[in-house]
């Protein structure tokens, strides 16, 4: 089950100052990134068509788990700005190819508390085993 959240609080160009706070106001509850094309203004669609094939399976696996997860979809431009090596999701988010979807969580080592992720990309986005395992992980 999905609980769409608001990551306004997150600047996508100041990641690391942004990040752990935000995963910190979770409460030790993993939070999950869809990174995805913004839609082509002629069809309203992701123009990217392993986005468009992955939507469905995304969706489906997290409808068929029972648990309440925190889930945001990130748009990361239209073809041109996502091509741009200078595009923040590669820079600071490092994405190599979309769709991704990113689990991000709290770990703790030495006493202290650092971001942690787990990203499915591409083609792993489609294989619901593998969307299941990443929602199991503790």
């Known amino acids: 089950m999905i609980k769409d959240i608001s990551t306004s609080s997150i600047n996508p ?3 690391e100052e942004t990040l752990k706070p935000f995963l910190e106001s979770l409460e030790g509850k993993p939070l999950f990134l869809f990174f995805i094309a913004s839609d082509d203004p002629a069809t309203n669609q992701p123009w990217c068509p392993d986005v468009r094939a992955a939507l469905g ?3 489906k696996a997290f ?3 029972a648990r309440e997860h925190n889930f945001a979809t990130i748009r990361v431009g ?3 700005e996502w091509r741009n090596p200078t595009n923040v ?3 600071q988010w490092k994405l190599q190819a979309i769709p991704t979807l990113a689990r991000y969580s709290l770990i703790t080592v030495d006493e ?3 971001p942690s992720v787990r990203m499915l990309v591409e083609a792993e986005c489609l294989d ?3 969307l299941h395992g990443l929602m199991a992980e503790e």
């Open 13 to 15: 160009e100041n990641l």
């Open 57 to 59: 399976p995304v969706r």
């Open 63 to 65: 409808d068929e788990d």
């Open 78 to 80: 239209v073809k041109e």
């Open 89 to 91: 999701f590669r820079t």
């Open 112 to 114: 202290q508390k650092f």
């Open 128 to 130: 619901l085993a593998k």
